[in-house]
Each structure stands twice: as structure tokens, then as C-alpha cells.
């Protein structure tokens, strides 16, 4: 076995040139599969560990989706607010433990702003329930004070002590700023690999503050507030985009959840994140599955190419393997000759499909990171993605099969009297 091992390397590589464009093929074939269940996978985790520790979800009457997706992952539009005075009749509720209200719809720079109390920093989880932590300063004491996330640090290079302004709405490019209120950096967040990186997070008071002299989505002609004016107003929030909850015992869930649904005077919902979640991935997995299917076609196809290389050389090579004929070697030998370089040449093709991953991660990776939040870092290959290279290069051996019982049925006079 040892020497049709050997035997079969050389004939590979004697036939480098086209063969190297099939190893190729499966290569990138390989590339597509590992790097779309890569991507599946990653971005299956980085949703389920953007939020944990939070019971429920509360927010204007949607679907709950929609309610997970603008809340947690800042994503979309509400199609409501809640008044503040829901907002304290639910934390009043007496299986609740602690309530972090949030607004949105303001940005920098294309990030969004969050308004939330400093509760926020204290309750809000990530990951197996980890606390958010600073890597520089501390949280918002004051009015005109911010606390970008990490990445919101990193790509605008913000430090303790700058000066940032907020804009109005989500858009990147925004010609509603609000120049005139400027916020102080007070801290920084260390990167927990969830939306909170790409958020600026502000006080409820703020967000106020910079609204009093806007009307309908813009600033009221020829009135402005200073910032020192805007102390003297009553900045207590008027309307919230969402509220987090936590419970002092989570068997009360479902009697928190329909207590909100029930609540009268205003439509409102609560969601469980993690149900949520689940309904999410129901929608996504169409998409996924066919993109699954997509890569797997490739593989084939790739598959199917070797197998017409290795057939189309056969005519070339029936004096070689006719000689081997004579030299002793049974059809027996033929055959396993041939299933060898097709192993082998699905092997390398593999090995060059994971090449060309660790590649790809590493050129990409931090790209990924900085847009959206993906670690897409090299690690060991996950029990699915060990499954996926065990098929490719099971289903690269058996298509080999196929040139080689071929190969198997030439008769040794065919070989070396070829016909002309």
C-alpha cells in the first residue's frame, strides 16, 4: 500500500498543471462551504450573547421581532414610543426587580445614540450574563456627557476628554445636528462583540435637552436653548422607545407579560429575548439553508470536474497503466491506484480551501469586526465544520471511484495495443 501511495503521488504529480486547477476548484469550493457555516455560526452567537439577563422586552404594540430588532441590535425604526408614565406604572409592578428604559433616534456619525439612565451600566448583561466594564473613565454624571462604545472609540479615535455633538436622526450624513449642545467624553466601554461597541450611550435627560428647541424633526426658526438655559427646564422624559426588565423571580414572566399586554392606557407588548430570537432564526432559516444549498452545489460541481479530469486523462494513460499491467500489478491495484490520487487530490484541495479561509479571516476579520461586530478570528474547526470536511473529502474518494473502476475494466491488451 505503501508504495501505490507513493506511486500515485507521482503520478499526480506528474499531471501538476491541470490538476492544480481542480485542486483549486475544490479548493475554493472548500473556502465557500467553511466560510458560510463560519459566518452562520458566528452570527448565530453574536445575537444570542448581544443581550442575557433581561426577562423582558417592553415597547409600543409590533411584532416582537421588530421589538428585539430596534431595541437590542438597533435595527429599524419603533413604530411607537410609551409615555413615561407607563414607563413607571410597569416598574411599579411588584415582580420587578429593576427597569432600564432606553431612547433612540438620534446618531453620530452614523452610530447610534442611546439615552438610558445610569442603571444601564449596572443591570444591562451580555454573553453568560457579563457586565458591561470600562476600559477608560467612568459613566455619565453629568448633562452634556456621553459614553461611546468601543468601536465607536476605536475607528473615530475618541478619548477621555473630547468633544462630540449628536445629530439628529439614524442616517450617517445628517444636516440636523445639534451643534450647539456639544457632549464631553466621560468613558469608554471595553468591547463585549455586541451592538453596545457601535452605540453612543447619553443620559434621558439629554436627549431631551438638545429636543427642546426642535419641533417636528427640526429646529424651531430663529429659538434656541443655550446649554446653560436648559438646566432650568424640566427635563424629565417625556416617551421612551423601549424598557428592559428584570424580575425578581423569572416563574413571573408570563404574568409580567400579560399584565403589559393588558395594560390600558396605551397599546403596548413584552417579549422574551430569547423567544424572540428563536422566531428570528425561524425567518432566517430559508436564507441560510439556501445558502447552505448554494456552497454545496459548488462542491459538487467541483467534484464533478475532477472526476472528467481524471477520466479524460485515462485514454493518455492507458499505456502507463498498461505497463504497470505487466509489471505485475493486478486490477486490484488499478483500482486503489486510482481512488489514491483522487484522495489525494481532494485532500489538497481541502487543505487549500482551509488555507485560503485562515486567509480570509485574517484579512478580513478586523474588517468584519469594525462593521459588524463579527469575530471571525481563526480557531479550531467546530464539530459542523469538522462534519463538512469528513463529507467533502468522503464524497471526493467515492467520485474517484468512478475514473478508477474505469480504469479497472481496461484490459491489459487495450493498453498496449491502443487503438488508432
Same mark, same amino acid.
Given at each position: 500500500m505503501k508504495a501505490l501511495f507513493s506511486l500515485a503521488a507521482k503520478s499526480a504529480w506528474n499531471r501538476r498543471f491541470v490538476l492544480? @486547477?481542480? &485542486?483549486?476548484?475544490? %479548493?475554493?469550493?472548500?473556502f465557500l462551504l467553511l466560510g458560510i457555516e463560519r459566518i452562520r455560526t458566528e452570527v448565530r452567537e453574536s445575537f444570542s450573547q448581544s443581550v442575557s439577563g433581561t426577562d423582558l422586552i417592553? %415597547?409600543? #404594540?409590533?411584532?416582537?421581532?421588530? @421589538?428585539l430588532l430596534y431595541s437590542v441590535f438597533r435595527i429599524g425604526e419603533a413604530t411607537n414610543n410609551l409615555s413615561w408614565s407607563s414607563v413607571q406604572a410597569i416598574t411599579g409592578h411588584p415582580a420587578v426587580a429593576w427597569a432600564v428604559p432606553i431612547s433612540l433616534g438620534d446618531s453620530h456619525r452614523g452610530f447610534p445614540v442611546l439615552g438610558t439612565t445610569r442603571d444601564y451600566f449596572e443591570h444591562f448583561r451580555h454573553g453568560e450574563r457579563q457586565a458591561l466594564r470600562f476600559q477608560q473613565g467612568a459613566p455619565f454624571a453629568q448633562l452634556f456627557e456621553a459614553v461611546p462604545g468601543a468601536e465607536v472609540a476605536e475607528r473615530l479615535g475618541y478619548r477621555v476628554g473630547d468633544r462630540i455633538t449628536l445629530s439628529h436622526g439614524l442616517s450617517e450624513v445628517s444636516l440636523a445636528e445639534h451643534a450647539d449642545k456639544p457632549f464631553v467624553v466621560t468613558g469608554i466601554l471595553a468591547r463585549t462583540g455586541t451592538p453596545v461597541d457601535r452605540t453612543v450611550h447619553v443620559s434621558l435627560e439629554a436627549i431631551e435637552a438638545i429636543h427642546l428647541d426642535w419641533q417636528g424633526g427640526a429646529p424651531i426658526p430663529g429659538f434656541t436653548i443655550s446649554p446653560e438655559q436648559v438646566r432650568k427646564f424640566d427635563l424629565a422624559? #417625556?416617551?421612551?422607545?423601549?424598557?428592559l426588565l428584570g424580575l425578581k423571580n423569572r416563574s413571573s414572566v408570563f404574568a409580567v407579560q400579560r399584565?403589559?399586554?393588558?395594560?390600558?392606557a396605551e397599546p403596548l407588548m413584552g417579549v422574551l429575548p430569547g423567544v424572540a430570537l428563536d422566531q428570528l432564526w425561524e425567518v432566517l %432559516?430559508?436564507?441560510e439553508r439556501a445558502l447552505f444549498a448554494i456552497s454545496a452545489l459548488v462542491s459538487a460541481v467541483s467534484l464533478a470536474g475532477l472526476v472528467a479530469v481524471v477520466l479524460a486523462g485515462l485514454n493518455e494513460r492507458r499505456r502507463e497503466l498498461a505497463i504497470l499491467r505487466a509489471l505485475g500489478a493486478g486490477p486490484r491495484h488499478v483500482l486503489i491506484l486510482l481512488a489514491l490520487e483522487g484522495g489525494l487530490i481532494t485532500l489538497a484541495g481541502v487543505v487549500a480551501g482551509i488555507v485560503l479561509l485562515v486567509a480570509g479571516m485574517a484579512g478580513a476579520g478586523p474588517i468584519v469586526q469594525a462593521r459588524l461586530g463579527l469575530d471571525l478570528a481563526f480557531s479550531a474547526p467546530s464539530p459542523a465544520q469538522g462534519v463538512l470536511l469528513a463529507g467533502i473529502l468522503g464524497a471526493g474518494w467515492l467520485a474517484s471511484l468512478i475514473p478508477a473502476y474505469r480504469a479497472? #475494466?481496461?484490459?491489459?491488451?487495450?493498453? @498496449?495495443?491502443?487503438? &488508432?
Open positions: 492544480a @486547477l481542480t &485542486v483549486l476548484s475544490i %479548493g475554493l469550493s472548500t417592553v %415597547g409600543a #404594540r409590533t411584532s416582537p421581532i421588530q @421589538l422624559p #417625556r416617551a421612551v422607545t423601549a424598557l399584565h403589559v399586554a393588558q395594560f390600558k %432559516g430559508t436564507g479497472y #475494466r481496461l484490459s491489459l491488451i487495450d493498453g @498496449l495495443t491502443p487503438k &488508432v
